[in-house]
């Protein structure tokens, strides 16, 4: 008889979590491990990215790392083509980084605007 976790194992499975050096994106890389995926940790500062990778292997599971900016299109570009060559087939996306700003609107400079749209919007685009 298959165990009702049975159904939930991810053991193969290559992972991309985007903005998973902290926060939410962590917490869900650290689920996606726990239940057998391979996690690929992303973020764009590397020491972080390696931080949460070694935490998540020394808990007995398997992590990668790929430190690009996921709002620069040829970066994105690069870095899944660099995860799919060294750890395999993307097979779970969780487009997770974001960021959000608060503030007046008649306040809400315009660069502060479109660095909310590229890393909201744009990075899942890419």
Known sequence: MTKALDLFK??????????????IGEGLAR???SAGATVVIN???ADKVATVAKSIRDA????????FD????KAAAAGITDV??????IAILVNN???QRRGPLEDFPEETWREVLSTNLDSVFY
């Not at 499975?13 to 902290?22: D, F, N, Q, Y």
């Not at 007995?60 to 430190?67: D, Q, R, Y």
């Not at 799919?84 to 087939?89: I, R």
């Open 10 to 23: 991810l053991d193969g499975r290559v992972a991309l979590i985007t903005g998973s050096s902290a926060g």
């Open 31 to 33: 689920g996606l491990a």
């Open 43 to 45: 973020g764009r500062t």
């Open 60 to 67: 007995g599971h398997i992590a990668a790392e790929s430190v």
């Open 70 to 73: 996921v709002t620069d299109a």
């Open 84 to 89: 799919e060559a060294k750890v395999g087939p």
């Open 97 to 99: 980084a974001g960021i």
